[in-house]
């Protein structure tokens, strides 16, 4: 059951990723994020009140909205740096980066929640790592240097904290049992908030320009999320599983990101590309 939520999620995050970079090139980073933010919020706003669920979802005990809140902060940081990633980056690299997400909450699984996978499970999660670490070094062909380029950083810290993120979701979902929409119109509504600010503060230090993809950004990860949300509240999902799954969104990313927006060093990134497939199809075979 739950195989289906991820990959309906997976598939709509790589349309989210094509958006975003579209929103972003050389654009202003807080008010993009802002834009995408709201559109998101509002999406969520409207699908509660179509379902009739508006007034539970304000009904929350005070514990519970602080920690929806402390979410808004964990995603709005993650956010914040991934945009600051791909201003410049080429999303053929960028994306790749935020693949290696599942090794980081494969890690925090293990240590948090005592999830180990099978053997047969571990390598196919091995083969996306190795496939990701390929991606990386061919970076090096177009003159990125991972060890100086302050976007590269931006992008692994956004990373890392996305995996914070995916791991303290299983707590609110099954830990607390807050229904799925719940959680996503908090927290999106905090970091309207953050943002916001930040938008205000940032205003004369940068150039905004408005762009149709921006409302498509948070509407797409609207419904990415819900889909993924209701993946993880499934009692036998593995949060270690999951997220790497979901992560194979790259591939949708790196075929429409290459031909989008023209990158080059294409062919070098179709091995890593084939390795991340090997290792997804034995992670949907086996779950």
């Known amino acids: 059951m739950w195989l289906g939520w991820i ?9 989210y990723d094509i958006c975003k970079k579209a929103s972003v090139r050389d654009n202003a980073v807080f008010p993009t994020l802002l834009g995408s933010t709201v559109s998101g919020w509002l999406a969520v706003t409207a699908f509660l009140f179509f379902r009739g669920e508006f007034a539970a979802t304000l009904s929350l005990p005070s514990r ?16 914040t740096a991934t945009y600051m990633a791909l201003r410049t980056l080429p999303i053929t690299c960028a994306a790749p980066i935020r693949a290696t997400g599942p090794l980081w909450t494969l890690l ?8 180990v996978p099978t053997l047969v499970q571990a390598a196919g999660m091995a083969m996306v790592v190795a496939g990701c670490v390929l991606f990386s070094l061919s970076a090096r062909h177009e003159g990125i240097d991972f060890r100086h380029n302050r976007a590269v950083w931006f992008a692994f810290l ?6 914070c993120s995916a791991l303290y979701d299983k707590h609110l979902l099954k830990g607390l049992g807050i229904p799925t929409m719940t959680v996503l119109w ?3 509504g905090g970091m309207c908030v953050i943002y916001a600010v930040a938008a205000v503060s940032s205003r004369r230090k940068t150039t905004f320009s408005w762009r149709w ?3 498509f950004v948070g509407v797409l990860l609207a419904l990415s999320d819900a889909c993924y949300f209701t993946a993880v509240a499934v009692p036998d999902a ?9 992560r194979s969104s790259v591939l949708l990313t790196f075929c429409l990101g290459g031909a989008v927006f023209r990158e080059t060093n294409l062919r070098r ?13 034995i992670l949907c075979l086996l779950s």
Not at 158 to 163: A, D, K, Q, R, W
């Open 186 to 188: 908090w927290f999106l």
């Open 213 to 215: 993809t921006i409302p």
């Open 7 to 15: 990959l309906a999620s997976c598939v709509v995050l790589g349309l």
């Open 108 to 115: 925090g699984a293990i240590v948090l929640f005592a999830e």
């Open 64 to 79: 519970h909205i602080a920690l929806l809140l402390a979410k808004s902060v964990i995603v709005g940081a993650s956010w």
């Open 158 to 163: 956004g990373t890392v904290l996305g995996s």
């Open 238 to 246: 593995r949060i270690s599983v999951l997220s790497m799954i979901r």
């Open 269 to 281: 990134k179709a091995i890593a590309l084939a390795a991340i497939l090997a290792g997804v199809s």
